[in-house]
C-alpha cells in the first residue's frame, strides 16, 4: 500500500529513523481537514513503543479532522549540517503514515504525558504540576505508525 523510497541509496534504516523520532523536538502532522483539504499543524512529540504521542485541545480543526479521518502523516527534519564544501547542507527526514486516535485509558495517558513532558520541561516537579494543573483540559492523541521512512538530503 505503501510507495517504496524512489531515491534508495539516501534510504534511512529504521533505527536511525527511529533515533531521529526520539530525538528531535518538533514534526508536522498532516490529516485530512475541513472541505478535504490537507491540515497540517507543527507539533511537539514523543515517541515511545514505536508509536507517537500529541498533547491537544480537547476541541478544534486538528481534533475535528482525526475523528473525521483517523489516517495522517507526520514528518520530522533533523537540524541541518553544514557540509564540507561550506555553502551546502545534510539533513535527514523521516515520515510516517498511520492513524491517530485519542488515548482513552487513564494508566497509558498519564505515563505518556509524562514522557512527553520530561522531553520539553527542565525539570519533573514541572512537569507533575502542568500535569496537575491541565491533565482534564487536554487530550492525549497517539499515533500508531503503520509505515516509516528517511532519507538523507544535500542541499544545494
Not at 31 to 39: K, L
Not at 81 to 108: A, T
Not at 125 to 141: G, P, Q
Request: proline share 3%; charged share 35%; aromatic share 12%.
Amino acid at each position: 500500500m505503501f510507495r517504496k523510497m524512489r531515491r534508495f541509496k539516501q534510504e534511512l534504516s529504521a533505527e536511525k529513523c527511529a533515533e531521529i523520532l526520539r530525538t528531535e523536538p518538533r514534526g508536522v502532522l498532516a490529516v485530512i481537514g475541513d472541505g478535504g483539504y490537507p491540515y497540517t499543524v507543527p507539533l511537539d512529540f514523543v515517541y515511545d513503543d514505536e508509536k507517537l504521542f500529541f498533547h491537544s485541545a480537547v476541541e478544534g480543526h486538528k481534533v475535528d479532522a482525526v475523528f473525521r479521518n483517523p489516517k495522517a502523516s507526520f514528518c520530522v527534519l533533523s537540524q541541518r549540517e553544514l557540509s564540507d564544501d561550506g555553502w551546502s547542507y545534510y539533513f535527514d527526514s523521516v515520515v510516517v503514515f498511520g492513524r491517530v486516535s485519542v488515548v482513552s485509558d487513564e494508566v497509558e495517558r498519564l505515563d505518556k504525558l509524562r514522557k512527553l513532558g520530561l522531553k520539553y520541561y527542565p525539570s519533573a516537579d514541572e512537569v507533575e504540576e502542568e500535569i496537575r494543573r491541565d491533565m482534564k483540559r487536554a487530550l492525549l492523541l497517539r499515533f500508531d505508525i503503520e509505515h516509516m521512512s528517511g532519507k538523507r538530503v544535500h542541499e544545494k
